[in-house]
C-alpha cells in the first residue's frame, strides 16, 4: 500500500464538550473544527498536532459505531487513519491480499475526505481507516 502519513488517530469520547476542554486547558492543544458526520452517527472536534490530527468523537445515536464501542469499551481510542493516494486501489490491494474490509466503496467523511475502513478482526486488533483528500 501506499501510506503517506498518519492524517488522524480517532478518539472515542462520551461529551465532546467536556473532552475538548482537556484537550485545550490542559493539553493547550486548538480545536480548529467542529463538525457533524451524520452518516457516521457522529459529531467531530479536530485539533492539529504537528503533521497529525487528533478526531474527537461524540455519538449521535447510541446504536452508531462509536455508541456501540462506548456501550462496550469505555472512552479511548478508537481507529487510526492513513492519509492514502487512490484510496481505491488500497482498497483492492488490501482486499487482494486478505484484509477484510467494511467499506468496499469510500464514504464521506469529515472535512471532505473520502474515508473507507479495514476491519479490525483482519488488522491485528486496530481498527483502521484509509483517508484521500480528492480535492487538493
Ligand atoms: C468521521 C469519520 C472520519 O474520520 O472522517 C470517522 O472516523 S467515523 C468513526 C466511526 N465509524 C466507524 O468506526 C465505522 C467503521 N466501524 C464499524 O463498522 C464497526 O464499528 C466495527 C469496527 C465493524 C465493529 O462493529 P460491530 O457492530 O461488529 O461491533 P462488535 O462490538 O461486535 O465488534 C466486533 C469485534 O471487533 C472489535 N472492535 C470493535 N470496535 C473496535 C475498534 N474500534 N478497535 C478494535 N477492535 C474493535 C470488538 O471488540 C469485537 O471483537 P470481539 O468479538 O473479539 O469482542
Ligand atoms: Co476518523
Known sequence: MDIKKIEHIGIAVKDLEASKKYYEEVLGLEC????????QKVK????????????LLESTQPDG???KFIEKKGEGIHHLAFAVNNIEGQ????????????????????EGLDIA???PKSTHGVLTELCEDKNK
Open 44 to 55: 467531530t472536534a479536530f485539533f492539529m498536532v504537528g503533521e497529525t490530527k487528533i478526531e
Open 117 to 119: 475502513f479495514l476491519h
Open 32 to 39: 480548529y473544527a467542529v463538525e457533524e458526520v451524520a452518516d
Open 91 to 110: 482498497l483492492a490491494e488490501a482486499k487482494e491480499k486478505g484484509v477484510r474490509l467494511i467499506d468496499e466503496t469510500p464514504r464521506s467523511g469529515a
Open 65 to 67: 459505531p462509536i455508541g
